[in-house]
DNA sequence: GCGACAG
DNA sequence: ATCTTGTCGC
């Protein structure tokens, strides 16, 4: 796949993301998904899925594979799709949603991770990035405080403080969610900056690098 | 032409 | 992403 038709793929897909929540979604089993690198091409997909109320590891998925595509802005997902998708096939819980490690919306076509694989599965999906895409409005110093995270004058996303006094985390909404629902899912997976969903598949992903 | 650019 | 110890703070 050249960049070319990555970007004509992501083109095909976008409209079918869906930014709002189904009314009776109820989040009980939350996916973490996310992928390490090692030193050559080998990489390890990694997916925990976590009780939503008491963050207990219910499931978790393991798979190696190579990195047969480049790392490019904006087509980062066309690196960790196939890896990914192929965790996520072995679970045995089904997971209600998925916290991607990177952007759902928040990216250059609207078309980031988060929803690359919300549409590719049919299943409700955030993106939360260490890093924004664009610029932010800072969120108070408390916990829960947001602010928006703009592109192209667009709010795309938002920047949320996870944890008082820390650096935010940037939610946007992958695939049948909205942002206001995205961010409270990722709040309440939060004890320390990052959330527990991706806090444990990245753990368990760079323990299976050896 | 120059800088920006998830992981 | 990854290379990497100690150290400051609650």
Known sequence: MTPEEAVAEQERLRPRV????????????????DVSYA?????????????????????????HGR?????????????????LLDALATLTVPPDLLVCDGQGLAHPRRFGLACHVGVLTDLPSVG????????????????????????????????LRTRA?????F?????????DRACAEVLRLCVHRLPE??????????????
């Not at 006094?165 to 985390?169: E, L, N, Y």
């Not at 969903?197 to 050896?210: F, V």
């Open 18 to 33: 869906v930014t709002t929540t189904d009314p009776d979604l109820v989040v009980r089993h939350v996916a973490g998904l």
């Open 128 to 159: 939360v990035a260490k890093t924004p895409m664009g610029r932010f409005d800072p969120p108070g110093e408390e916990r829960g405080a947001v602010g928006d995270l703009v592109d192209d004058g667009e709010v795309v996303g938002r920047a």
């Open 165 to 169: 006094g820390v650096k935010p985390v």
């Open 67 to 83: 990195a047969d595509f480049p790392y490019v802005p904006g087509l980062f997902a066309f690196r960790e799709l196939p890896s």
């Open 171 to 179: 939610v946007s909404v992958g695939h049948r969610i909205d942002l």
């Open 197 to 210: 969903t991706t806090r444990r598949s990245d753990s368990l992903g760079r323990a299976h690098l050896r």
């Open 39 to 63: 030193d050559d091409d080998r990489l390890v997909a990694a997916v925990v899925v976590l009780d939503a109320d008491s963050l207990e590891t219910v499931d978790s998925a393991v798979v």
